[in-house]
C-alpha cells in the first residue's frame, strides 16, 4: 500500500473519529439540558395550573378542574396525563380514560420532598415525566402532571439528522483535504523513491527535482549531492581500475612475450638453415617453399594472437561465450605451457551467453590461467571446467595440480600487491576479484595440498 494512501486513509479515520465522539458530546449535552428544560417547563405548568385550580380544589368543584384541565391539554399538547388530590390525600380528579392505575398516588408523592416533585417513570406508553406540586404550601392537595418524552424525542432525532449531515459533509470535506494534502506530501517523497531506483541502476550523476522547503527538499539536495559524487567516484574508479588492468596486462605481456620470442624462435631457425643452404645451392624446391610458409604462417599466428591481447579496449558490454573466449586464452598461453610441461584438460559444457565486458573477462581468464600455471613450476595438469548453476549462474573452473596455497595466506589471496613471487605484481587475483564484481559476480577458491581450484562465477542474462 502506497503512503499517500495510508495517510489518507489515517485521516479519514480520524475525522470519523472526531466526528463520531463530537456528536456524541452534543447529543449528550443536548439530551440533558432539553431534559432540564423540560422539567423546569413541567414545574412552571404545574404551578400554573395548581394556581389556577386552588380554589376549585378548595371547594371540590369538580367541573372547574375538569374544564382547567381541558384547556390545559389542548395548549400544551405533550401533556398524557392530569390527576389532583384532595384535602384527605385522596384522588379527586383524573384524565385517564380508561381508569387510573392502582398505585397512581405512589409514583411520586411530593410529601416526601420539600419543593416539586419530578420523576421519571416507564410506562407502556414510553418515559414520562411526573411534575408533582402542592397546590398550597403546607397543605396535602396535590397535582400531578404527566409530560410525555415525545416531543423531546422528535427534537433528538432532528438533532441526529442534523448532526449527521453535519458529520458527512465535515468527513467529505476532510477526505478531499486529506488527499490534496496526503499527494501533496508524498508526491515528492515518490520522487525520491524513483530516484533512488535511477541510482541503483547505476544511472549516477542525475538530478532530482523536488521544490520543497522542508525536510524532503534536504533529503533531495543530499540526494542530489550523491549522485554527482558517485558519479565522479566510478569515473575515478574506473579510470584508477583501468590503470590496474593495463598494469597488469603489461606483466602479462612481458611473461607472454617470453614464451613467444621461444615459439617465433623455432621457425626462424627452420627459415635460416633454409636459406644459408639457400646460400650454398641457390634452388629450391617446392617442399623448402611449403616450410618456409608454413614457418611464417606460424610466426604470423603467434604474433596475431599476441597482439589481440596487447590491443587496449574501451569498456563496452556485449553478449559473451565464455567457452570460445576460456580456448583462445588456452591459445594464447599454449607456448607456456609447453615449455612448463603442463598438459590442459578441458571439461566444457555448452554455456549460454552472459553480459559483460570482452576484453575485462578475457583478462581476468588469462589472469586464472596464468596463476594456475605459475603454481606447477615443474609441470602439472590444468583443468579448466565450465557450467551452469540453478540456471542463474555460468561457472568456470580453473584447476592446478600444484602445492596448494598455504592456510595462513588464503585471506590475502584477493589483497591488492599481495604476491609471494619475486617477480609478481600481487595485482593479479585482485583484478580478477575487481572484474567479477564489476560484472554482478563473484571468484572464490578451494585449495587443498594436491591442487587449487578458482571458480570464476558470472550471472546469466536475465
Known amino acids: 500500500m502506497k503512503l499517500?494512501?495510508?495517510?489518507f486513509l489515517l485521516n479519514v479515520l480520524l475525522v470519523l473519529c472526531l466526528g463520531i465522539l463530537v456528536g456524541l458530546a452534543i447529543r449528550n449535552m443536548v439530551f440533558v439540558t432539553l431534559r432540564d428544560e423540560l422539567g423546569r417547563q413541567g414545574i412552571s405548568i404545574a404551578g400554573n395550573f395548581a394556581d389556577r385550580i386552588a380554589v376549585s380544589t378548595l371547594l371540590e368543584d369538580r367541573y372547574d378542574v375538569e374544564e382547567a384541565a381541558r384547556e390545559l391539554t389542548v395548549t400544551e399538547k405533550d401533556i398524557e396525563y392530569i390527576f389532583v388530590t384532595n384535602q384527605d390525600g385522596r384522588l379527586f380528579f383524573h384524565t385517564f380514560p380508561n381508569g387510573h392505575p392502582p398505585d397512581l398516588l405512589a409514583w411520586n408523592p411530593v410529601s416526601q420532598v420539600p419543593g416539586p416533585s419530578v420523576r421519571l417513570l416507564t410506562t407502556e406508553k414510553g418515559l414520562l415525566w411526573d411534575v408533582g406540586v402542592r397546590i398550597f404550601e403546607g397543605m396535602i392537595p396535590e397535582v400531578h402532571i404527566g409530560i410525555s418524552e415525545e416531543?423531546?424525542?422528535?427534537?433528538l432525532t432532528q438533532l441526529r439528522l442534523i448532526v449527521i449531515a453535519i458529520m458527512a459533509v465535515v468527513t467529505m470535506i476532510g477526505c478531499a483535504l486529506s488527499y490534496g494534502v496526503s499527494r501533496h506530501v508524498t508526491k515528492p517523497l515518490a520522487t525520491l523513491v524513483q530516484f533512488t531506483k535511477t541510482l541503483s541502476r547505476g544511472e549516477f550523476g542525475q538530478q532530482v527535482r523536488v521544490h520543497a522547503r522542508d525536510e524532503v527538499g534536504e533529503l533531495a539536495v543530499t540526494f542530489n549531492t550523491l549522485s554527482v559524487n558517485l558519479r565522479d567516484n566510478r569515473e575515478k574508479t574506473e579510470?584508477?581500475?583501468?590503470?590496474?588492468?593495463?598494469?597488469?596486462?603489461?606483466?602479462?605481456?612481458?611473461?607472454?612475450?617470453a614464451g613467444l620470442a621461444h615459439e617465433i624462435r623455432n621457425p626462424l631457425t627452420s627459415i635460416k638453415a633454409l636459406f644459408q643452404a639457400f646460400r650454398n645451392d641457390p634452388r629450391l624446391t617446392k617442399e623448402d617453399i611449403e616450410v618456409v610458409l608454413v614457418a611464417v604462417n606460424q610466426m604470423d599466428e603467434l604474433v596475431g594472437k599476441f597482439l589481440g591481447f596487447a590491443r587496449s579496449d574501451n569498456f563496452h558490454s556485449t553478449d559473451l561465450y565464455l567457452n570460445p573466449l576460456l580456448k583462445q586464452v588456452l591459445s594464447l598461453v599454449q607456448f607456456q605451457l609447453r615449455k612448463q610441461e603442463i598438459e590442459p584438460v578441458l571439461d566444457l559444457t555448452k554455456l549460454p551467453p552472459v553480459k559483460g565486458d570482452r576484453a575485462m573477462i578475457r583478462q581476468a581468464l588469462l589472469n586464472l590461467v596464468m596463476n594456475a600455471a605459475e603454481a606447477m613450476p615443474s609441470g602439472g595438469q590444468l583443468t579448466l571446467v565450465s557450467r551452469v548453476i540453478d540456471d542463474e549462474m555460468v561457472e568456470i573452473a580453473v584447476r592446478d595440480s600444484g602445492a596448494g596455497i598455504p592456510e595462513k595466506i588464503r585471506d590475502k589471496v584477493f589483497d591488492p600487491f599481495f604476491t609471494?613471487?619475486?617477480?609478481?605484481?600481487?595485482?593479479?587475483?585482485?583484478?580478477?576479484y575487481n572484474i567479477a564484481q564489476l560484472h554482478?559476480?563473484?571468484?572464490?577458491?578451494?585449495?587443498?595440498?594436491t591442487g587449487t581450484t578458482f571458480f570464476l562465477r558470472l550471472p546469466l542474462q536475465s
Do not use: C, D, M
Request: aromatic share 6%.
Open 4 to 7: 499517500w494512501v495510508k495517510i
Open 151 to 155: 416531543h423531546l424525542a422528535r427534537r
Open 239 to 257: 579510470e584508477t581500475y583501468r590503470q590496474l588492468l593495463q598494469t597488469e596486462k603489461l606483466t602479462a605481456l612481458g611473461r607472454l612475450a
Open 420 to 432: 609471494t613471487k619475486p617477480e609478481g605484481t600481487g595485482l593479479g587475483l585482485g583484478i580478477v
Open 440 to 449: 554482478n559476480g563473484s571468484v572464490s577458491f578451494a585449495s587443498t595440498a
